[in-house]
Structures are given as C-alpha cells and as structure tokens.
C-alpha cells in the first residue's frame, strides 16, 4: 500500500524550529514532485514548499522564503522541511503530498488538480 506518513510536528514557541519528515512507504519518489501544504482553521489549505525529485528545483511560497527549506534524502523515500523563525501565523496542520504525473513545483504547490498522495497530517503550533 503507499502511503505517506508525516511526522515531527508539536509546540514550539514564537522564533523556534522544527522540522517535518514525509517518509514513503510502499514506494519511493523518484520522479516525483512533492509538496507541504498547511491548513489553518478557518483558512483554505495553502502550498507551503515543493520539490521536484528529478532535478531538485523548489518552490516556497512568499510567506516562508528564508525560512523554511525543503530537502530530500539520498534514497528519495523521506522529505523534509526545515522550518525556522516560526511565526504564530504558521500554526496549522502540516500535510505532505505527492504526485508522479505534476512536472513543475510551481503546478505542484498551486495545484490545478487533485494530487494523487496525501498524509494524514501533523499540527504545529507556534505560540508563547
């Protein structure tokens, strides 16, 4: 079964770090893009961060350029986001997606389309 499965998620105060993992299971994500999208309450989901597997280009959405980092490990089973100077704004759930078929991590973050791979999430929450 493919699955993906996000983890390292929590609290953590006002210009604190995290970092999220999305581990693949049942297949690897060569070839694939990748993203991490957020949904606040109240909000629409936004994409955050994507990455392209196949050549590494990234995409980061305005409101964490400079912050965040995207990265994808040797193997190309777990991505990861490097979130620093964690604002109150950026709590919400954290969801990563995948999709073999989207060839651009712009088409891939702003999504014309329904992905084929969701996690089931991990809520960060950003306060003092």
């Known amino acids: 079964q493919l699955q993906l499965v996000e983890s390292g998620g929590g609290l953590v105060q006002p210009g604190g770090s995290l970092r999220l993992s999305c581990a693949a299971s049942?297949?690897?994500?060569?070839?694939?893009?990748i993203g991490w999208f957020r949904q606040a309450p109240g909000k629409e989901r936004e994409g955050v961060s994507c990455?392209?597997?196949?050549?590494?280009?990234?995409y980061y959405a305005d409101s964490v350029k400079g912050r965040f980092t995207i990265s994808e490990d040797n193997a190309k089973t777990t991505v990861y986001l490097q979130m620093n100077s964690l604002k109150p704004e950026d709590t919400a759930v954290y969801y990563c997606?995948?999709?073999?078929?989207?060839?651009?991590?712009?088409?891939?973050?702003?999504?014309?389309?329904?992905?084929?791979?969701w996690g089931q999430g991990t809520q960060v929450t950003v306060s003092s």
């Open positions: 997606a995948a999709d073999p078929l989207i060839t651009t991590v712009q088409a891939m973050c702003v999504p014309m389309r329904r992905i084929t791979y």
């Open positions: 049942g297949f690897t994500l060569d070839y694939y893009a």
């Open positions: 990455i392209s597997s196949s050549d590494a280009n990234t």
